[in-house]
């Protein structure tokens, strides 16, 4: 099945690379709006129509926000690991 049948809509809801949206852009409907992470309601109905929320790690998934993830199939974690 192709990408895009799994995955449309993509919400990141902090600060990412502005080349790495654009490259995101090119296959997937995406909504930056890394603005989220300071109105802590308003990420809930964005989430609601994403397959993918992506968060980074101010943006708490869990209670409300985790409720609101009603089609999502995934969520990314931005950030590095060591």
Known sequence: M???QLMRRM???EFMDEHA???LRQGFEVVYAPILVHEPQRPL???A???APIVRNRTQVRGE???AMV???VVGRLGGYG
Do not use: C, G, M, Q
């Open 2 to 4: 192709p990408t895009e």
């Open 11 to 13: 919400v990141i809801t």
């Open 21 to 23: 949206v654009n490259e």
């Open 45 to 47: 109905a964005d989430v």
């Open 49 to 51: 129509s994403a397959d």
């Open 65 to 67: 926000l985790l409720d």
């Open 71 to 73: 089609k999502a199939r």
